[in-house]
């Protein structure tokens, strides 16, 4: 198949041309030889690299922690419609055992493959958190720190975990971060009070990422710069909710002039409302209600969000002044290289997974393929 007549957004540039599609794989940009082939006229629509979820808890009414096959099924085929084609089912700070089965499920549903968004891992946020910076987490199930309780949860599916979110400053922590850095595993700063010296120590046992700046987190005083300005005044990596809800747009502005869009990743944190109507809903066992595009427990604190990554690429492209492929960048590029698939994905690139999203001048999503096969369109 070649798909033509379209914008190609590549990492650096935007061109027109023609990307054709043979076993699942990018086969040849702006092929010479089409004879035979099936060619879809996309009449001047972009063409994206599919974009990576490495943050998101539920869609469509289930959740991570629902712990079964259908559940994670459903998010996938969800938020594919959003243009998402990969993703890390994310899990809540709940009882070991809670835990437990999700991590099966998601391990499960990875080997075997899925008829949406493609599982890529599995991202623990939590337990290992600070019973000060809970959020929408429930202090009732955090953990100290330990190999042995990090064992206990993945059983035999410590290789489908990808990324930790936890506490440098809670006691544990330090060889924690030690041993998931040697083990190829993220651990990424979240849900934690620790001041700007205590982050420093957690980024040089082996922290490399930020959990949705800002929030559950120190923020930055000019007399002690906290997490955010340890984040600011280091090259790790920071996860940003484009929602205007959890960052307001000059925060969100300020932040990336800081990190610049190689360093920052567009993530949903979304819960299972995404793509539901208004109402009553869960997260990690607790009460969430969402309403006019806020997800809250019932003190009013954020659980979560609704968003699509759609929505957040249209939301930094209609609130800050970087150019489209920079934007798209920090929804595919740079997610792939944090999940270490950037050999494969996150670029439009001879040999790449046909992992595609064409959308028109508004950003509507108008169809989504995934390795090739379309799993949706608009029509």
Known sequence: MVINNCKIIFDDRIEEGSVQIKSGKIFKINPTETYGEEIMDVGGLYLSPGFIDIHIHGAGGSDTMDGTPEAIENISKTIVRFGTTSFLPTTMTCSIEDIRRPIQAA????????????????????????????????PDFI???????????????????????????????????????????????????????????????????????????????????????????????????????????????TALKVKTPDKAILITDAMMACGMPDGLYSLGGQEVFVKGGSARLKDNTLAGSILTLDKAVRNLYENTNYKLYEIIRMATLNPARHCRVHHKKGLIKEGHDADLVLFDENIEIQKVFVSGIMRFSKE
């Open 107 to 138: 391990a499960d549903a990875k080997k075997s493959g899925t008829e949406g968004a493609e599982i890529l891992g599995i991202h623990l946020e939590g337990p290992f958190i600070s019973p000060l910076m809970t959020g929408a987490q429930n």
């Open 143 to 253: 953990q100290l720190p330990s190999k042995e309780i990090l064992h206990n949860l993945a059983g035999d599916n410590l290789s489908d975990i990808l990324q930790v979110t936890l506490a440098p400053e809670i006691e544990g922590s330090t060889e924690l971060i030690r041993y998931l850095k040697s083990l190829g595993i993220t651990a990424s700063i979240g849900h934690s009070k620790a001041n700007y010296a205590e982050a420093l120590k957690g980024f040089e046992a082996g922290i490399s990422h930020s959990t949705h700046l800002f929030n559950a987190m120190t923020g930055f005083h000019h007399r002690e710069p906290g997490i955010v300005g340890a984040v600011f005044d280091s090259d790790i990596t920071a996860e940003v909710i484009c929602d205007g809800i959890h960052i307001c747009y000059p925060s969100l502005r």
